[in-house]
Nanobody, 125 residues
Framework: QVQLVESGGGLVQAGGSLRLSCAAS????????MGWFRQAPGKEREFIAI????????VYADSAKGRFTISRDNARKTVSLQMNRLQPEDTAIYYC??????????????????WGQGTQVTVSS
């Protein structure tokens, strides 16, 4: 099973940007869609974005469209989330995850089998 480690979280002022990265190791990567989720205090974990195994096909939650960009580098086994125009409501723990099934773009939380430990993003007003 692949291991995922996120980095890049931190404290940023409203309107600022952050770039999250997720490094994969110990398992297959290139044939699996990768996603980002987040969980705010007192709320359920929610889907943010997913990118396909190749060709860079992407799907975003409405909250992320136009502000966030997901990308991946299969050679380096990394997936990134560029977040722009951050707002206080974006404050959450952000998780990267790998789809359970190869060549699948399932976006539900249950479609993902491997998760990172999360990285905290805090946006101050």
């Amino acid at each position: 099973q692949v291991q995922l480690v996120e980095s890049g979280g931190g404290l940023v002022q409203a309107g600022g940007s952050l770039r999250l990265s997720c490094a994969a190791s110990g398992g297959a990567f290139n044939n699996y869609a990768m996603g980002w989720f987040r969980q705010a205090p007192g709320k359920e974990r929610e889907f943010i974005a997913i990118i396909s195994w190749s060709l860079g096909n992407t799907v975003y939650a409405d909250s992320a469209k136009g502000r966030f960009t997901i990308s991946r580098d299969n050679a380096r086994k990394t997936v990134s989330l560029q977040m722009n125009r951050l707002q206080p409501e974006d404050t959450a723990i952000y998780y990267c995850a790998q789809n359970k099934v190869s060549f699948s773009m399932g976006k539900a939380e249950g479609d993902f089998g491997s998760w990172g430990q999360g990285t905290q993003v805090t946006v101050s007003s």
